[in-house]
């Protein structure tokens, strides 16, 4: 599998994050303009070991569609992720078969040092 990184052009924080990048050969997927499809949210699922791991519960939609008051099952996140992109928390990265989710300061750091 290609090195890449699932990440939404008009978030502030992904550009941020992929400014700060080094030079890489990450293939690129805006969530947005390309939905993630059911195959490509298996393989995430696979390295990441659940859909709650991929789920951000900071997503707008997640508050206002009151979710974090509902138990949701692993199928219920699949279905969300599937969906609409907000969901995905972001970015992730597949580098080497190692999968990196979500913006923290520690996850980026380790990015930059195994891209450089």
């Known amino acids: 599998m ?5 990440y939404l052009a008009s978030c502030d924080t992904c550009r941020k994050i992929i400014k700060s990048l080094p030079k890489n050969n990450l ?5 947005r303009q390309e ?3 059911e195959k490509e949210l298996e393989v995430l699922h ?5 859909y709650e791991a991929l789920f951000s519960k900071k997503a707008q939609l997640y508050k ?9 099952t692993e ?3 699949k279905k969300y992720l599937l969906q609409h992109y907000t969901f995905l928390s972001r970015p ?5 078969g190692i999968i990196y ?13 195994v891209l450089s």
């Open 64 to 72: 206002s569609m009151d979710l974090k008051n509902q138990s949701l």
């Open 101 to 113: 989710i979500g913006n923290n300061q520690k996850n980026i750091q380790e990015v930059i040092k």
């Open 27 to 31: 293939e690129y997927h805006d969530i």
């Open 2 to 6: 290609a090195n890449k990184i699932y």
């Open 35 to 37: 939905p993630i499809t």
């Open 46 to 50: 696979k390295l990441a070991g659940s």
């Open 75 to 77: 199928a219920d996140y």
């Open 92 to 96: 992730v990265f597949i580098i080497d």
